[in-house]
């Protein structure tokens, strides 16, 4: 056998570190007063940085669901199979809160602690985030329907995972899922044909083909269908309170870019039995609170993809030398990872105070209404960031980074998800304008978010009275919406880092964002940005 030469310069494995011990996140959660909720975020930072964990999310990416329609006999079964490390996953997750959980706790933090944890363990595998995702949110849009979510909230709030498909009410806990778009809308779910039709006993006959389900074995759906008074919102169990099986039928699965532990189906439904929760013709009302939920997901999922990757760039250049010395002293891959960190750091900071503001907002109206503009904006603008992101950041690598074992083409693959989920670019920013335009009390209340940090950077105040200028000129709203939602969305996060962020990554952002010198590509931070406090808040400690 020839003998291997000797391996030198290459970067020792990320792995083995606490992915919580990240300052954005601490630092935030202490500021709140939730400080007590630390241990266990760390407990879970740990698991999510261990080779074991690690190594449970390779598998589950690496063996994708498999749709078994029929059983060895030939009755229709129309189930997803699972490797067993995503139920591993799934159990890990749905134990530390990170499901249905906040709902049902009286901790005025909770749905806060729910997204450090959840964007904390979105390192491990992001596909399976999809179902914990939809059955977090779910909970606000049941409680529409006070008999079923008596029934069905305490298994949806569960800190107990069950995969098997039996009667929900007979489970420990539950997953939920949506089933919204169709071929031939999208996300114009107005256009939507699925009828539903009404029984002698309050239920519902439903019959239709959906475009797109995510974790169809899900143990409820809900689902978007049309009565005669228009598009209504149903409550749909796979398995039935006799124990027969519902009337619906997995087509097939989706071959996706990425998300690939994650099961995405075209589903049939043959008259399936479903339960109307909201108003007759209320259906999309009903189910934005739940599309509301996961689009703070979408935020804070495309946040910890940044983190992740600038996390996985600053540990590879802090051992890989070029030309005679260590990637991380070269002048230009220090503006790189500098740079990738502001981008990742304002993100964070931004999804953790959305979640802020949803407890504030389940008990005060102004938070409410700040909270309503907030997410649209944030959402549109932090997860069209988080591409582009990636790119660079997997290129810090160099070809190391192209590599599957890398794992950051996964990383790449994941980072255009979100901002297609809940709605695309367009559709997050045209929400935005809705809601400056048929509730302007959100702006205003936006708008008085931005003058509380008024005063502390020139650059700063120069750009919030750009805005408000901007704003005057409504007849082109619509065509330059892009660039208004993202100009928002940009000055919240500069307000939020001059009032709470560090002092370094405050500065570099306001001077890098704001005033028009920042490039389209990452690495241009002008002079004068104080690099190694970015770089050291961004390297991970192992």
Same mark, same amino acid.
């Given at each position: 056998?020839?003998?291997?030469?000797?391996?030198?310069?290459?970067?020792?494995?990320?792995?083995?570190?606490?992915?919580?011990?990240?300052?954005?996140?601490?630092?935030?959660?202490?500021?709140?007063?939730?400080?007590?909720?630390?241990?266990?975020?760390?407990?879970?930072?740990?698991?999510?940085?261990?080779?074991?964990?690690?190594?449970?999310?390779?598998?589950?990416?690496?063996?994708?669901?498999?749709?078994?329609?029929?059983?060895?006999?030939?009755?229709?079964?129309?189930?997803?199979?699972?490797?067993?490390?995503?139920?591993?996953?799934?159990?890990?997750?749905?134990?530390?809160?990170?499901?249905?959980?906040?709902?049902?706790?009286?901790?005025?933090?909770?749905?806060?602690?729910?997204?450090?944890?959840?964007?904390?363990?979105?390192?491990?595998?992001?596909?399976?985030?999809?179902?914990?995702?939809?059955?977090?949110?779910?909970?606000?849009?049941?409680?529409?329907?006070?008999?079923?979510?008596?029934?069905?909230?305490?298994?949806?709030?569960?800190?107990?995972?069950?995969?098997?498909?039996?009667?929900?009410?007979?489970?420990?806990?539950?997953?939920?899922?949506?089933?919204?778009?169709?071929?031939?809308?999208?996300?114009?779910?107005?256009?939507?044909?699925?009828?539903?039709?009404?029984?002698?006993?309050?239920?519902?006959?439903?019959?239709?083909?959906?475009?797109?389900?995510?974790?169809?074995?899900?143990?409820?759906?809900?689902?978007?269908?049309?009565?005669?008074?228009?598009?209504?919102?149903?409550?749909?169990?796979?398995?039935?309170?006799?124990?027969?099986?519902?009337?619906?039928?997995?087509?097939?699965?989706?071959?996706?870019?990425?998300?690939?532990?994650?099961?995405?189906?075209?589903?049939?439904?043959?008259?399936?039995?479903?339960?109307?929760?909201?108003?007759?013709?209320?259906?999309?009302?009903?189910?934005?609170?739940?599309?509301?939920?996961?689009?703070?997901?979408?935020?804070? #999922?495309?946040? *910890?993809?940044? +983190?992740?990757?600038? !996390?996985? /760039? %600053?540990?590879?250049?802090?051992?890989?030398? @070029?030309? &005679?010395?260590?990637?991380?002293?070269?002048?230009?891959?220090?503006?790189?990872?500098?740079?990738?960190?502001?981008?990742?750091?304002?993100?964070?900071?931004?999804?953790?105070?959305?979640?802020?503001?949803?407890?504030?907002?389940?008990?005060?109206?102004?938070?409410?209404?700040?909270?309503?503009?907030?997410?649209?904006?944030?959402?549109?603008?932090?997860?069209?960031?988080?591409?582009?992101?990636?790119?660079?950041?997997?290129?810090?690598?160099?070809?190391?980074?192209?590599?599957?074992?890398?794992?950051?083409?996964?990383?790449?693959?994941?980072?255009?998800?979100?901002?297609?989920?809940?709605?695309?670019?367009?559709?997050?920013?045209?929400? #935005?304008?809705? *809601?400056?335009? +048929?509730?302007?009390? !959100?702006? /205003? %209340?936006?708008?008085?978010?931005?003058?509380? @940090?008024? &005063?502390?950077?020139?650059?700063?105040?120069?750009?919030?009275?750009?805005?408000?200028?901007?704003?005057?000129?409504?007849?082109?709203?619509?065509?330059?919406?892009?660039?208004?939602?993202?100009?928002?969305?940009?000055?919240?996060?500069?307000?939020?880092?001059?009032?709470?962020?560090?002092?370094?990554?405050?500065?570099?952002?306001?001077?890098?964002?704001?005033?028009?010198?920042?490039?389209?590509?990452?690495?241009?931070?002008?002079?004068?940005?104080?690099?190694?406090?970015?770089?050291?808040?961004?390297?991970?400690?192992?």
């Amino acid at each position: 056998m020839q003998p291997n030469h000797t391996v030198t310069n290459q970067v020792p494995p990320l792995e083995g570190y606490d992915v919580a011990d990240y300052p954005a996140i601490t630092e935030y959660l202490g500021r709140a007063g939730a400080a007590e909720a630390l241990p266990d975020l760390h407990e879970l930072g740990r698991m999510a940085g261990s080779p074991e964990w690690i190594t449970v999310g390779d598998l589950a990416e690496e063996h994708p669901p498999i749709l078994e329609t029929h059983d060895r006999y030939g009755n229709r079964i129309d189930l997803v199979r699972y490797d067993p490390a995503y139920h591993r996953l799934m159990d890990a997750a749905v134990a530390h809160g990170l499901a249905g959980r906040p709902w049902a706790t009286g901790d005025p933090h909770a749905h806060l602690v729910r997204s450090a944890k959840f964007g904390v363990w979105a390192a491990v595998d992001a596909g399976h985030g999809c179902p914990i995702s939809m059955t977090y949110a779910v909970v606000p849009a049941l409680r529409h329907n006070l008999d079923l979510a008596a029934r069905y909230e305490p298994g949806l709030t569960s800190l107990h995972y069950q995969p098997e498909m039996i009667v929900p009410t007979a489970k420990r806990g539950l997953i939920a899922g949506m089933s919204m778009t169709e071929k031939q809308g999208g996300s114009d779910v107005r256009a939507n044909t699925t009828v539903a039709r009404s029984q002698a006993d309050g239920s519902f006959l439903i019959t239709g083909h959906k475009w797109f389900t995510s974790a169809p074995n899900s143990d409820v759906l809900l689902v978007l269908a049309q009565t005669h008074e228009g598009l209504s919102c149903f409550f749909v169990p796979r398995i039935l309170p006799d124990g027969s099986r519902n009337a619906i039928f997995l087509q097939r699965l989706k071959d996706k870019l990425g998300n690939h532990s994650n099961a995405s189906s075209e589903v049939e439904y043959d008259e399936a039995v479903g339960w109307m929760i909201g108003e007759p013709g209320r259906g999309v009302r009903t189910i934005i609170e739940m599309v509301n939920m996961t689009r703070l997901d979408c935020a804070t #999922a495309s946040a *910890a993809l940044m +983190r992740n990757g600038t !996390t996985a /760039a %600053a540990h590879h250049v802090a051992y890989r030398r @070029a030309f &005679g010395v260590a990637l991380v002293d070269q002048p230009l891959m220090r503006n790189v990872v500098a740079d990738l960190h502001v981008e990742a750091e304002a993100a964070t900071l931004t999804a953790l105070w959305l979640a802020d503001l949803t407890d504030r907002a389940l008990v005060d109206e102004q938070s409410a209404q700040l909270r309503r503009i907030s997410l649209a904006i944030s959402k549109y603008f932090i997860c069209k960031r988080a591409p582009m992101h990636a790119a660079e950041a997997l290129e810090c690598l160099g070809g190391n980074g192209y590599v599957e074992d890398s794992r950051m083409p996964r990383l790449f693959r994941e980072s255009p998800l979100m901002s297609i989920w809940e709605g695309s670019g367009n559709v997050a920013a045209l929400d #935005a304008l809705r *809601a400056i335009g +048929r509730e302007p009390q !959100t702006l /205003a %209340a936006l708008l008085d978010e931005f003058d509380s @940090a008024v &005063g502390a950077d020139r650059a700063y105040d120069e750009a919030v009275a750009a805005v408000k200028d901007s704003l005057g000129d409504t007849e082109s709203l619509e065509y330059r919406a892009r660039h208004l939602v993202g100009r928002l969305a940009a000055l919240l996060s500069a307000s939020l880092l001059i009032r709470y962020g560090h002092p370094a990554v405050a500065d570099a952002y306001v001077r890098s964002r704001l005033d028009g010198s920042w490039g389209a590509v990452f690495g241009t931070l002008p002079g004068g940005v104080d690099t190694a406090a970015l770089i050291s808040r961004a390297t991970p400690k192992l």
